[in-house]
């Protein structure tokens, strides 16, 4: 079982930059494919970006490609969610996820494939 901690969002104006960080409890981080989530108000959670437990295969949405990046350091139990030229439109609450996975390069892109959550992180972009 691991438990995720989102951190890293805040109030920021369009054309900024924030960086969220998930960090993981236990040993065993490196077992789990991650991935970013978010949720706007009165709309359903959807996927932003996920990210293989090498690191070496990712995958964005097409409305983050380009200005998102999902990294991870398996030595800190930390997945990064670094987001450049947000938009109002971004405005969320950003929640991560991991799933246990026997490859190396599995990612995740549905809500309904991932077992642990955190418990989200506020994003706001002001125009």
């Known amino acids: 079982q691991v438990q995720l901690v989102e951190s890293g969002g805040g109030l920021v104006q369009a054309g900024g930059s924030l960086r969220l960080s998930c960090a993981a409890s236990g040993r065993t981080f490196s077992s789990y494919a991650m991935g970013w989530f978010r949720q706007a108000p009165g709309k359903e959670r959807e996927f932003v970006a996920t990210i293989s437990r090498s690191g070496r295969r990712t995958d964005y949405a097409n409305s983050v490609k380009g200005r998102f990046t999902i990294s991870r350091d398996n030595a800190k139990n930390t997945v990064y969610l670094q987001m450049n030229s947000l938009k109002p439109e971004d405005t969320a609450v950003y929640y991560c996820?991991?799933?246990?996975?026997?490859?190396?390069?599995?990612?995740?892109?549905?809500?309904?494939?991932?077992?642990?959550w955190g418990q989200g992180t506020q994003v706001t972009v002001s125009s």
């Open positions: 996820a991991a799933e246990p996975d026997w490859s190396m390069t599995t990612i995740y892109l549905k809500i309904s494939e991932y077992e642990y």
